[in-house]
């Protein structure tokens, strides 16, 4: 019998999904699935720009992990839109959350080896003559690093906000049932 109710249950609670995001919460889904677009080019961006700062460098390692970085980015776009489409769009947002959170803290790796990069490099004086090409490389990848992260920060607080608010079933619509008012 339990089996049976668990049934019954999971088609009862798919049956109170919409099939679409609901209007009052429409535009922030659809602006936080543009934003981790955004987030998510970024990322492949600042992944390509480690490959060939690595690849200058020498770093075998570091490149192996950068082009790692590469492709799970890939696949942190493409997945979920294979995956979840149309009625899925709250799994999607769900799945969007999920790995938003994980890059939060995967990112205080590359935060931390920034700061101490320039800490190091400032200490061997690579910033009080002209700089080498690794130099300004290493600077713009940082910068960059930083400016990810908080944007990693900011898109995953929103997408969790929302995810909340859908949790909760506060869609900001109000329902108005006829017969309810009187004078």
């Given at each position: 019998?339990?089996?049976?109710?668990?049934?019954?249950?999971?088609?009862?609670e798919q049956?109170?999904?919409?099939?679409?995001?609901?209007?009052?919460?429409?535009?922030?889904?659809?602006?936080?699935?543009?934003?981790?677009?955004?987030?998510?080019?970024?990322?492949?961006?600042?992944?390509?720009?480690?490959?060939a700062y690595?690849?200058?460098?020498?770093?075998?390692?570091?490149?192996?992990?950068?082009?790692?970085?590469?492709?799970?980015?890939?696949?942190?776009?493409?997945?979920?839109?294979?995956?979840?489409?149309?009625?899925?769009?709250?799994?999607?947002?769900?799945?969007?959350t999920i790995?938003?959170?994980?890059?939060?803290?995967?990112?205080?790796?590359?935060?931390?080896?920034?700061?101490?990069?320039?800490?190091?490099?400032?200490?061997?004086?690579?910033?009080?003559?002209?700089?080498?090409?690794?130099?300004?490389?290493?600077?713009?990848?940082?910068?960059?690093?930083?400016?990810?992260?908080?944007?990693?920060?900011?898109?995953?607080?929103?997408?969790?906000?929302?995810?909340?608010?859908?949790?909760?079933?506060?869609?900001?619509?109000?329902?108005?049932?006829?017969?309810?008012?009187?004078?």
């Amino acid at each position: 019998m339990a089996g049976k109710e668990k049934k019954a249950a999971v088609v009862q609670e798919q049956a109170e999904i919409p099939k679409a995001p609901p209007g009052s919460v429409r535009e922030d889904y659809l602006a936080v699935s543009r934003a981790y677009v955004r987030w998510c080019l970024g990322m492949l961006l600042w992944a390509l720009l480690c490959v060939a700062y690595f690849v200058m460098t020498g770093n075998g390692v570091m490149i192996a992990i950068s082009l790692s970085l590469g492709v799970l980015t890939v696949l942190m776009i493409i997945l979920p839109a294979i995956i979840f489409g149309g009625e899925t769009w709250h799994k999607r947002l769900g799945w969007i959350t999920i790995l938003l959170s994980m890059s939060c803290v995967l990112f205080l790796y590359p935060a931390i080896g920034f700061v101490w990069g320039v800490v190091g490099r400032a200490r061997l004086g690579s910033y009080s003559h002209r700089p080498y090409l690794t130099d300004v490389v290493h600077l713009v990848l940082g910068v960059l690093a930083l400016g990810l992260y908080a944007m990693t920060v900011h898109l995953a607080r929103k997408a969790g906000r929302l995810v909340n608010r859908l949790a909760k079933g506060e869609y900001g619509e109000v329902e108005i049932k006829v017969g309810t008012l009187r004078k």
